[in-house]
């Protein structure tokens, strides 16, 4: 299988929310409870991780699209990494309504930051000027991930369903496939593959997106 145990617990992988918080629909992913904690049941994670990085390769291979959301702070850093290894878009500062159900809405923006660019090199003042660069850098922090964007993305991997649920709901509504990080006290009704894990430690979604994408970067 080739996904060691070992690395999934040195990170805390394994780690759940407290007990009054979970949710029953990850109850056969959940080993034990300790001091008031779930603990995930490590064998069951790493098998599941085997199957999605299969999955995640085939996507891959077959040149479909993945589209990349995770407006965590902390974890903007790593989305953006590997969506620009694997040349796929994201979503990593806010997700503005209508940015799946809503298609067009995007490209609009985008070729508005493009004309704004022009602008700061023609004939205005200094003060317009600096109006234009203000706007521009707002509409590239929102949807410069979608840059290369052409069609609807054929999955959307997500790393928490309640911070993003709004792109959770569009995905669903337009028949986009989901692939979500959950945590014990998550609802995964209507996600199609999940990754249940500790999914507010870092280093926990650090370790298990390197071994996802392992055979592809």
């Known amino acids: 299988m080739n996904i060691k145990i070992f690395h999934?617990?040195?990170k805390f992988v394994?780690?759940?929310d407290i007990r009054k918080n979970r949710n029953n629909f990850l109850r056969?992913?959940?080993s034990f409870n300790y001091n008031n904690f779930d603990f995930f049941n490590i064998r069951k994670i790493s098998i599941n991780l085997f199957l999605i990085k299969k999955f995640l390769f085939n996507i891959i291979i077959n040149n479909k699209k993945i589209l990349f959301v995770s407006t965590k702070n902390f974890l903007r850093e790593v989305i953006y990494k590997y969506s620009r290894v694997l040349k796929q878009n994201y979503v990593c500062n806010k997700w503005v309504a209508g940015m799946l159900t809503n298609f067009n809405n995007y490209k609009i923006m985008l070729n508005k930051s493009l004309l704004l660019?022009?602008?700061?090199h023609m004939n205005y003042t200094k003060k317009e000027k600096n109006l234009f660069l203000k706007e521009e850098k707002k509409i590239e922090i929102?949807?410069?991930g979608l840059r290369s964007m052409n069609s609807k993305?054929?999955?959307i991997i997500l790393t928490d369903i309640k911070k993003d649920k709004i792109a959770v709901n569009e995905a669903k509504r337009v028949g986009i496939k989901i692939m979500a990080f959950v945590d014990s006290n998550d609802c995964p009704k209507g996600i199609d593959y999940l990754i249940p894990?500790?999914?507010i430690s870092i280093e926990s979604i650090k370790i298990i997106l390197k071994v996802i994408f392992?055979?592809?970067?």
């Open 8 to 10: 999934l617990l040195s």
């Open 14 to 16: 394994y780690l759940g």
């Open 28 to 30: 056969n992913f959940i």
């Open 117 to 120: 660019k022009k602008k700061k």
């Open 142 to 144: 929102l949807y410069g």
């Open 153 to 155: 993305p054929d999955l």
């Open 197 to 199: 894990c500790n999914n």
């Open 214 to 217: 392992s055979q592809i970067c």
